[in-house]
């Protein structure tokens, strides 16, 4: 933060000056006063080390020293400064003792109400007070308290008189060691009471607070927070008790605050949490500011504290390398007044309460169907429940039960405990397992749960249960197991590390292709360099990452002139790919082959990331399409097309959507694989060979030369001997009898309802020239009313939704109906199967959901004569969260409940 020291009648007064929100360096987006910056002039810190409010509401932070270098020069300012509420300097004093010398290194202050400020430094506790003489300020040392490694200071309330308590603490051997006493201060006699002993041993006592009964809270470093009365007696505790860097309160790192009210604030791992006074119920602040961010690797110390209005100041020591995520400047910072609002407080049973479920599979996938074993494991921690019941259940993709039963476990503080339980599959597939856990008297806890697979050994697959997975996030065998060919790296990796990829995925029979990764990458020493030390081993070289992020097309297209002609001279046999483009963006593919950049291409690489996650048939028949035809207009028609980067993800916001990314990935690699095919006819055979996605194959009867399939999201499989053909019916019903209909609808809606019959399927993918699908609000249900021309006889109605997908919505449930004349008759209840989400915590998860990406229906019935039909809209998704039980996971909604819909098609016998 930039600021100006101007004298103003006695005063310095600090004019702070916004900075765009969001910009580091500024106040952050959750901030609205900031005093600091490094330097030793007013207003500014070194070694900042804590804060405290004292009389009148002024603000007193306190510099600490230390000595940096190998020749120890002492580094900061070792004083207090003292600021008015509105951040105005007022004045400063030293804390520098020269008697001290080299053990000068103040850790915490506290100022009682007569002004008199208190700092614990090695061995003691010093106390200075102010005097004035002729309109001047004075401090002066008074007197030092004997504290052996005095460390944590508070005001304390005891018998009706103040007193200041204080821990002991010191770093002894990379850890914190913690003394069980506690120490009274009297600051108006100047004496030190006996020491208290506490009841419980603090392992690491690293801050204190006292509220206003005399009760002390005593953060330990081992993530407790500890709350003792006035007699040293232990009455309540929470946190995890270990170190695992979970987000969910129980972490309780540095510091500890209390508001006016009495409620608890502790600096934990990813959060500042509240605690009520008898931790009875938690509440999390999780995220990212430029003042606070526990993610940093540095986990840097943050002191809390209110003011006399109940306003929450934070204050950093900034003690890092600017660019480092933490806050790179020592500042005190006052939070907005709302920082706090709207949060939901939560049982705190489970602080500290890490379950989870393991099985003994290699990679949680075998190749044997056979049972296996399971295990319910809960990690060692602080215990507030001691035992727990569980019921395990196991359900297939469909969430069908496959098995259940039932655990108990009793748990010790600091002690791990597990139980074992079997699982047998019922057949090849994809099963999930939940752990339900609750206390004796029903009390729900949480669920957990993990993935397995079972799958037949096919040929050419690898084997993960083998442990022949390398890991990480290039991994050809994981990449072969899933049936993904080609595997890209880059040239910062490691020399070693691309050996690795060579030798697997010509063992794995996969394409490796390596890439210059930036314009940087794509000097000619380092060119040359990579391709001549992989000269014969790597075939395909990528130019640049997404280079319409970084690039202009006429930039990237000089740059492959100068490097294709050089990777040709080292290796001729090398084939050089790009421009990988982020999405088909095809004014920029334009401008890059008008750039002549065709010649320098072998092939042509595309992401085909558009606006959303799902693979939309028609729009990349589409984009596929235009981006040929662009390269048949520069002579470049006779070029492959690579498809070198795709991400589908199977967690989407602490959602796991495992169906929904197997269905993805098989009609990314197949666009025609899911269209579904409800009769095939057999040239010759008595059966047809059906084997399902996992491998689970069964017989199908063929009866007058035909055999019926119900066909998945998920594709089915037919093995054919010699001889044995299909020939899959074409599926024309005859002209689309809703064209010309007039739809109208019940609630608010947008876009002209003549995209519904206007035969295209439209997308909000980028460039496409379709247009917008039609949206309709669904608070309620909600009706589409379509009036054909004329009376007809109709029996089928297909309805085309939007696949779940970011913020659009899919319709699961739906009614179709007809108007005989008199009233509204119901001819189909279409309902998908789409069970509820599950609250359940698997890895990067806090729900388990089912869909299985279904984006249309079609609904056959008995032939009727009607003009009017209805769509009576009752459920759709919440954007990509498929109900409310995924929100609640997410903790934000992706999109409304909303009518999203394609087109309506209308068809007669």
């Known amino acids: 933060m930039t600021t100006i020291a101007v004298p103003l009648l006695g005063w310095v007064l600090l004019l702070a000056f916004s900075w765009r929100a969001g910009a580091e360096g500024g106040p952050g987006e959750s901030s609205d006063l900031e005093i600091g910056g490094p330097g030793a002039e007013p207003g500014r810190f070194l070694e900042l080390r804590h804060m405290a409010f004292g009389p009148g509401n002024r603000l007193y932070v306190l510099e600490g020293r230390r000595l940096g270098g190998n020749d120890k020069t002492p580094v900061g300012n070792c004083r207090v400064q003292i600021f008015e509420n509105d951040g105005r300097w007022v004045d400063s004093f030293s804390v520098f003792d020269p008697a001290l010398g080299e053990k000068n290194d103040p850790k915490r202050l506290v100022v009682d109400p007569h002004g008199r400020v208190l700092v614990s430094e090695p061995e003691r506790v010093a106390q200075y007070a102010c005097t004035s003489e002729s309109g001047t300020n004075r401090w002066s040392l008074t007197r030092t308290y004997a504290v052996p490694d005095a460390f944590a200071l508070t005001l304390w309330r005891i018998n009706g008189q103040l007193r200041v308590a204080a821990l002991g603490s010191r770093y002894e051997r990379n850890r914190w060691v913690g003394l069980t006493n506690l120490y009274h201060l009297n600051p108006e006699a100047g004496g030190i009471e006996a020491p208290m002993p506490l009841s419980d041993p603090v392992a690491g006592a690293v801050d204190l607070t006292s509220d206003r009964q005399g009760n002390l809270y005593v953060l330990g470093e081992v993530n407790q927070l500890y709350k003792f009365d006035p007699t040293g007696r232990l009455l309540a505790a929470t946190g995890a008790g270990t170190w695992r860097r979970v987000q969910d309160g129980s972490e309780l790192r540095h510091s500890v605050a209390l508001d006016p009210q009495g409620r608890v604030y502790v600096q934990a791992f990813g959060n500042i949490v509240t605690f009520d006074p008898d931790f009875q119920t938690v509440t999390t602040k999780p995220g990212q500011f430029y003042w606070y961010d526990n993610w940093s690797p540095h986990d840097a110390y943050t002191a809390l504290a209110f003011d006399e209005n109940g306003r929450f100041w934070v204050a950093v020591t900034g003690n890092v390398a600017r660019g480092v995520r933490h806050h790179f400047r020592p500042a005190v910072i006052r939070v907005k007044a709302d920082f706090f609002k709207g949060l939901t407080p939560m049982s705190t049973l489970t602080l500290g309460f890490d379950p989870a479920v393991t099985v003994d599979v290699s990679n949680h996938v075998t190749t044997a169907l ?255 399409g235009a981006l040929r035809a662009l390269l048949d207009r520069y002579g470049l028609g006779g070029k492959e097309l690579w498809q070198t980067e795709r991400a589908i993800g199977g967690v989407r916001a602490q959602n796991f959507q495992g169906g929904v990314q197997a269905v993805r990935v098989t009609l990314h690699r197949d666009l025609w694989e899911t269209l579904g095919i409800p009769n095939l006819g057999v040239s010759a055979g008595p059966t047809l060979a059906v084997s399902d996605s996992f491998g689970n194959r069964r017989d199908l009867p063929v009866r007058d030369g035909t055999v019926s399939l119900n066909v998945p999201p998920l594709p089915l499989y037919l093995r054919l001997p010699p001889g044995q053909d299909i020939l899959p019916p074409q599926l024309n019903y005859g002209p689309n009898l809703a064209v010309g209909s007039t739809f109208t609808y019940s609630g608010a809606a947008t876009n002209s309802p003549a995209s519904l019959t206007n035969g295209v399927l439209e997308v909000t993918h980028p460039g496409n020239p379709w247009g917008r699908f039609w949206r309709g609000d669904l608070a309620t249900p909600q009706h589409v009313d379509i009036t054909l021309p004329s009376k007809r006889e109709v029996n089928r109605v297909v309805v085309f939704s939007m696949r779940a997908d970011n913020p659009h919505c899919y319709l699961a449930d739906f009614d179709l109906q007809y108007h005989d004349g008199k009233e509204w008759v119901t001819l189909r209840e279409v309902r998908t199967p789409l069970p509820s989400s599950s609250l359940v915590n698997t890895t990067d998860c806090r729900a388990n959901t089912w869909y299985l990406d279904q984006n249309f229906a079609l609904v056959e019935f008995t032939p009727v004569v009607t003009d009017r039909l209805r769509v009576l809209a009752r459920r759709s998704t919440f954007g990509f969260q498929p109900d409310a039980t995924a929100v609640q996971a997410t903790g934000w909604q992706a999109g409304a409940p909303s009518l999203h819909l394609r087109e309506i098609e209308i068809y007669g016998p």
């Open 370 to 624: 056979a049972p296996i074993t399971c295990e319910l494991v809960v990690k060692k921690a602080f215990r507030k429940v001691k035992e727990v019941r569980a019921e395990y259940r196991v359900y297939d993709l469909g969430k069908t039960k496959v098995g259940h039963g039932s655990l108990a476990l009793q748990l010790e503080d600091g002690v791990e405990a597990r139980q074992r339980f079997p699982f047998t599959p019922p057949c090849w597939g994809w099963y999930t397992i939940e752990c339900a856990l609750s206390t004796p008297d029903g009390h729900w806890l949480k669920t957990v749960g993990a993935h397995v697979g079972f799958t037949p050994p096919f040929s050419g697959m690898p084997d993960l249960g083998t442990n022949a997975s390398p890991g990480g996030a290039e991994d050809p065998v994981r990449q072969a197991f899933c049936g993904l060919r080609l595997v890209r790296t880059h040239t910062r990796q490691k020399p070693e590390h691309i050996e690795r990829l060579i030798q697997l995925t010509r063992q794995y029979g996969q394409t490796l292709l390596v890439q210059f990764e930036s314009k940087s990458d794509c000097t000619p020493e380092k060119v040359r360099e990579a391709v001549t030390r992989f000269k014969g081993r790597v075939q395909f070289w990528e130019i640049v990452n997404e280079p319409n992020f970084s690039m202009k097309p006429e930039e990237y297209a000089a740059l492959l002139k100068q490097v294709y002609p050089l990777i040709k001279e080292l290796d001729p046999q090398a084939q050089v790919l790009g421009p990988a483009v982020c999405g088909i963006q095809l004014g920029w593919h334009e401008a890059l082959f008008q750039a002549g950049a065709g010649p320098s291409l072998d092939a042509i690489s595309i992401h085909d990331y558009e606006g959303n996650e799902s693979i939309d048939p028609g729009h990349w028949r589409w984009k596929v």
